[in-house]
């Protein structure tokens, strides 16, 4: 029996009856599975989502291939624009995700067409199906009457004309506008008499009161892409229809806190975010439970040779805690290079500026252990201003490839960091700048380094 003959078919009406915000798995949920393939689909399925949006391009022979870029170069084996790409190009390429998503994963993914997914996925979860060349609308709303799946999609597009099928058919559309400000001569009023019922919004362009302004005039808003948790609190919730996310389950704080790291699964987990200037890179993984950033070299020199990789799962963090964990240094290019942990209040980005005036620092503190041995804590505030120094002791220096155990203890009172195995080994801080709410952060700079074992009591 084949997949789209099986059980009841999804609809997208029935997201109007669930409480509101619905959430939408950007690409199948791109930081958790390799983005726009089944295997990330099926995953969203199994974690239970409201919707999954999707991308497709129309192909010149006709056919509907799943990919996001408008060149097929960074997820995939092949080469060249993805809209002059062939229905078997397509199937003869492959999705190289251990290239470009994480090591462990397998570089012969299937590239998906939208027959596939529509025949599988849409009769589970409903879809939210980005339309990005021309004459993709049309091709997506003749597939989805061909499979009977009207019902079940939601067609998206960044202009009307890719809608216009769709609205044709009685398929429901939404229009992606980057900030809220319409083309002249466009108004809200004028969406909804053409049919088109929702809006996406960009929140980190769109102000609150666009997003009320369009909700207030009828418009379901999604919102795009919201992927901290300290983004989403921030916005208007109650004019706010439905959110998109790379990992919705992250955001939307489902499930009780993690006490320990999930390094041992070696691929990505919940809340494990980098940092926009990272490129994507959120470093690697290691048998058996260790995960590693590599700054070191020329290894990302165009941010200072930093990076680092938000470890959301374990947060937030209580006032009081103890954080153990061992980390190797594997090379440094100097005795003060350092891997580092930080803990920021809230889960926003954090960029190590600790030498530095720029970047987006948090509030919070920052613990480095440096290759010569020095263990030096830092607080940090919003903005630009320099990080103080609050805290400091020279232990042995690191000897590369070796385990070192830290335990970072924190009471409302002081922060005490202590390396297991040596003397002098702890750095006791009389500071209770911040509290409560905080989000543990690992950052490399200048180093190639692993963690594991991070245990939260």
């Not at 993914?109 to 980005?130: D, K, N, Y």
Request: negative net charge; hydrophobic residues 40%; contains cysteine.
């Amino acid at each position: 029996m084949s997949p789209e003959s099986t059980g009841p078919i999804a609809s997208w009406a029935d997201l109007d009856t669930a409480p509101a915000p619905r959430w939408i798995a950007h690409r199948g949920g791109r930081w958790m599975g390799p983005e726009n393939t089944l295997e990330a689909y099926r995953m969203a399925v199994e974690l239970g989502i409201d919707a999954i949006e999707i991308d497709v391009y129309r192909l010149p022979d006709g056919g509907l291939v799943v990919m996001h870029d408008s060149t097929a170069t960074r997820t995939s084996n092949l080469t060249g624009p993805t809209g002059n790409l062939t229905t078997p190009a397509a199937l003869r390429g492959r999705v190289d995700a251990g290239n470009w998503f994480c090591s462990t994963w397998p570089n012969d993914l299937r590239i998906p067409l939208f027959a596939e997914v529509l025949a599988e996925i849409s009769g589970q979860v409903p879809l939210v199906v980005h339309c990005n060349n021309i004459g993709s609308g049309a091709a997506a709303v003749e597939a989805v009457q061909r499979h009977e799946r009207a019902g079940a999609v939601l067609i998206m597009a960044w202009n009307e004309a890719e809608l216009t099928p769709a609205r044709a058919a009685g398929i429901p559309t939404i229009l992606l506008d980057e900030d809220g400000t319409l083309p002249a001569g466009q108004t809200y009023a004028g969406l909804l008499a053409a049919g088109t019922q929702y809006i996406g919004l960009n929140p980190a362009k769109t102000p609150p009161a666009a997003i009320e302004a369009a909700a207030a005039a009828g418009l379901r808003v999604i919102v795009y892409t919201v992927n901290r948790r300290s983004d989403y609190a921030a916005l208007p919730l109650a004019s706010v229809w439905a959110v998109i996310s790379d990992d919705p389950w992250y955001v939307r704080a489902a499930g009780p806190m993690r006490t320990r790291d999930a390094f041992a699964a070696q691929t990505w987990f919940h809340g494990m975010l980098g940092i926009v200037s990272g490129r994507d890179d959120r470093g690697f993984f290691q048998p058996v439970g260790w995960h590693g950033l590599d700054t070191s070299g020329s290894l990302h020199a165009d941010n200072g040779g930093y990076l680092g990789v938000l470890q959301g799962y374990l947060g937030p963090l209580p006032e009081s805690f103890t954080l153990d964990f061992d980390c190797v240094l594997e090379a440094a290019d100097s005795s003060g290079a350092s891997l580092q942990l930080a803990l920021t209040v809230g889960d926003g980005e954090y960029d190590d500026d600790v030498d530095t005036t720029g970047g987006s620092r948090q509030p919070g503190y920052n613990i480095l252990l440096r290759s010569s041995g020095v263990i030096d804590v830092y607080r940090t505030s919003y903005g630009t201003a320099p990080a103080v120094k609050v805290g400091s002791v020279a232990t042995p220096a690191l000897t590369p490839g070796a385990t070192t155990h830290l335990k970072v203890q924190m009471t409302p009172a002081t922060i005490c960091v202590s390396r297991a195995g040596v003397t002098p080994n702890t750095v006791t801080v009389n500071d209770s700048t911040y509290r409560g709410g905080m989000y543990p952060h690992l950052g490399a700079r200048d180093v190639r380094a692993r963690w594991g074992n991070l245990i939260v009591t």
